[in-house]
């Protein structure tokens, strides 16, 4: 890898992506669409609204920060995902759709260094997105009085934390997805499908060895997901990215 040509990618993927609207709009609803839902239904469900009860099935039975929280993961078990999958989708599909694939092979830097670079910018924006949420969501419950910020919340918030970025890693599959497929479209089916197998395996009842569903069902029970249950998410990037390097290595313009 050449050191210099990869901090150029970065720049410039970095550039792109603070200027995306697609990635503004993902922010806003990953961020505070997330938050003002979650502590909405938590209001709503403190308040005694019996149809909100009735939709929020065993956190119905929870109260306080422990009922945000567990609101707030069920939320992100499936919108994060999706809204991490469309961005990533984009920040690969884009160069297809709108045709500057082609200039890519012209650069000096190396095709592998540009897919690594949109990797690098796309995880750390991912992390951006999950602190951000997390301080959200502290303010939230404060604003609702769900009572004094304990240790056990602070673990839970870390929990969440953990999951809103560990489900950035569960949508790197997109990113291979719309590189194959040339567009966004592929890479948007690709998380659909994430996300319907993740829950139809935790309907099965095998979630918690489901790299995929793992992260969710641990932010929910932690007691439920032993550590190397969890650790098998790191499964996804492993496999996946090396093989979107090596997909971008070999990229023709014919096919």
Known sequence: MNRAAFTAAIAVESRKTLASRVVITSTVLLVAGIAVLAGSLTWAASTGNEQVLAQMGPMADRTGWDRLMGVVAQVTAAAAVLGFGVTVSWMFGREFTDGTITGLFALPVSRPDIALAKLVIYL????????????????????????PVTGDVLAALARQHALTGLSAVIAIPAALAATLGRGLLPGIATTIGIVVTAQVVVVAGSGAWFPLAAPALWALEPARVTSTQLALVTVVPVIFVPAILATWRRLQLDR
């Open 124 to 147: 750390a924006w991912a992390l951006v997105v999950a602190t951000v949420l997390v301080l959200l969501l502290g303010l939230v419950g404060l604003a609702i009085d769900l009572g």
